[in-house]
């Protein structure tokens, strides 16, 4: 107990851990947008990784621009709360727009892929994460509430990761492994995606101040310029560090989201085994959590998987790669024959 009046109840924990129920679900979609574009639409290896790396870099910009605009809203008005519905039901439903990528030549399916790539990822996704994020801190002054708050939010969240993990590869498959598939189960997460939203929205209140006091305004802050803003994190060497180690991390997330479904298809022969390895990837941080130490935790989230994806290894592809590596060949040369290996051939 902190000894400060509680104010949340137990609805209030799931309305609110749905926001990242919803963030987690949408952006765990797009972690197998490689295989979406390249397989599915038929663009080639080269534009997709351009479209991510420059989607990515207009992402940069545009958090550090919401975080302005949210910390410049006019006093007397709500800050975060307003922007899970503005924000948030446009996201779902650009979600289902990411997939409906025209085909065909030339430069419109890959302006088309990064226009919505940005509009759903540095968009609509910045600005409901930003303010989302921040609620935090004026829903309720118990430091026990908000840390309760955050353990519901990693559970949803780490539930959406699952779902996704487990699910969309066999049930894309299942609804005829084409674009047509993948456009069906995006309306399925959109909706979601809105639904979670708006039991955020109306489960959640900003019914304090981020000063601490409840009714109170804040006491004023000096006003930094947004430039100036901006130079001073660049001289802050710590901020550079954590940015370029977030970097380095969302790199290795891309690389290793996207690499599972391409291993399964072409090394054990079946890339509906992808679940298989998403299942035991996040299993096996929720066996171990009860050790309670992040080391043991991170640790054993990747030495399980390695250890999985050897035993599959072994089962699956009976080291015969004599005859999985020809049919890697041929699906590449089939692609190169298409215009969708050479980077910009095709445009």
């Known amino acids: 107990m902190d000894g400060i009046q509680k104010v949340m109840r137990a609805g209030d924990y799931f309305g609110d851990a749905a926001g990242q129920f919803a963030l987690n679900l949408g952006m765990t979609l797009i972690g197998q947008i490689t295989d979406f574009y390249t397989g599915k639409v038929g663009l080639?290896?080269?534009?997709?990784?351009?479209?991510?790396?420059?989607?990515?870099?207009?992402?940069?910009?545009?958090?550090?621009?919401?975080?302005?605009?949210?910390?410049?809203?006019?006093?007397?008005?709500?800050?975060?709360?307003?922007?899970?519905?503005?924000?948030?039901?446009?996201?779902?439903?650009?979600?289902?727009?990411?997939?409906?990528?025209?085909?065909?030549?030339?430069?419109?399916?890959?302006?088309?892929?990064?226009?919505?790539?940005?509009?759903?990822?540095?968009?609509?996704?910045?600005?409901?994460?930003?303010?989302?994020?921040?609620?935090?801190?004026?829903?309720?002054?118990?430091?026990?509430?908000?840390?309760?708050?955050?353990?519901?939010?990693?559970a949803l969240g780490y539930i959406a990761g699952f779902i996704q993990a487990i699910l969309i590869i066999p049930i894309t498959n299942a609804l005829g492994g084409d674009q047509a598939a993948w456009i069906k189960y995006s309306v399925i997460i959109g909706a979601i995606i809105i639904l979670a939203m708006?039991?955020?929205?109306?489960?959640?209140?900003?019914?304090?101040?981020?000063?601490?006091?409840?009714?109170?305004?804040?006491?004023?802050?000096?006003?930094?310029?947004?430039?100036?803003?901006?130079?001073?994190?660049?001289?802050?060497?710590?901020?550079?560090?954590?940015?370029?180690?977030?970097?380095?991390?969302?790199?290795?997330y891309g690389i290793t989201a996207g690499a599972g479904t391409f291993y399964c298809k072409w090394i054990f022969g079946n890339d509906n085994l992808v679940a298989v390895l998403g299942g035991v990837g996040y299993n096996s941080k929720l066996a171990v959590a009860p050790l309670a130490t992040k080391m043991a935790i991170y640790g054993f989230s990747i030495?399980?998987?390695l250890l999985a994806l050897i035993v599959m290894f072994v089962l699956l592809s009976r080291f015969d790669l004599e005859e999985k590596l020809p049919q890697m060949r041929q699906e590449i040369a089939d692609r190169k024959e298409k215009g969708c290996i050479s980077s910009f051939e095709q445009a």
């Open 303 to 305: 030495v399980i998987p």
């Open 44 to 154: 080639a290896a080269g534009a997709v990784a351009t479209v991510l790396l420059l989607s990515k870099i207009i992402d940069a910009f545009t958090d550090l621009i919401m975080g302005n605009i949210v910390d410049h809203t006019a006093p007397g008005k709500q800050k975060y709360r307003p922007w899970f519905l503005k924000a948030g039901i446009p996201m779902g439903i650009a979600t289902v727009l990411f997939f409906l990528v025209p085909k065909g030549e030339g430069w419109l399916p890959i302006l088309y892929a990064l226009a919505t790539n940005v509009l759903l990822t540095a968009a609509f996704y910045t600005a409901v994460a930003i303010p989302y994020g921040s609620l935090m801190a004026v829903r309720t002054n118990s430091q026990e509430e908000r840390g309760f708050m955050g353990t519901c939010r990693a």
């Open 198 to 252: 708006v039991v955020a929205f109306v489960t959640s209140r900003e019914s304090v101040t981020e000063a601490g006091a409840e009714g109170l305004p804040a006491a004023d802050e000096e006003k930094v310029p947004f430039r100036q803003a901006i130079e001073k994190l660049f001289h802050n060497r710590y901020w550079v560090i954590v940015l370029v180690v977030n970097l380095l991390c969302n790199i290795m």
